[in-house]
């Protein structure tokens, strides 16, 4: 991931609005959410939602499929975790025993980097 997608993507997300509707999605990955639903369960109202829906879906961290008169949103999950990947790949350069040491002082929960291996890894 270059820096200027990057850029484009967190931009995306910096509304409150924006994060809550996009960890929603993601909570409620793959098969995602019909707008109204979305809008329920984040007391937004409709034309809100819309607006910042726009927003991340032009970012491509979402996509929207139409399901008869319903709008059905989905997070794009490869590209969350290629944003992920984009700020934690160069972390502690050289020195795997400090990232690894940093990892455990965080709040995320272990299991997130388990069994993780890198695209040249076997």
Not at 63 to 85: C, V
């Amino acid at each position: 991931m270059e820096t200027k997608q990057a850029s484009v993507l967190f931009e995306a997300l910096s509304s409150d609005i924006r994060l809550d509707v996009f960890r929603l999605l993601v909570k409620n990955a793959p098969g995602g959410l019909v707008a109204g639903e979305i809008a329920r369960q984040l007391d937004i109202p409709s034309t809100n939602l819309s607006f910042h829906l726009k927003a991340i879906m032009h970012a491509g961290l979402i996509s929207m499929e139409k399901e008869g008169r319903y709008l059905r949103y989905r997070a794009n999950i490869p590209l969350m975790l290629d944003m992920i990947g984009y700020l934690t790949e160069e972390c502690c350069a050289g020195s795997p025993e400090t990232c690894q040491m940093l990892r455990n002082e965080s709040t995320v929960s272990p299991l997130i980097f388990a069994g993780r291996k890198g695209k040249n890894e076997s």
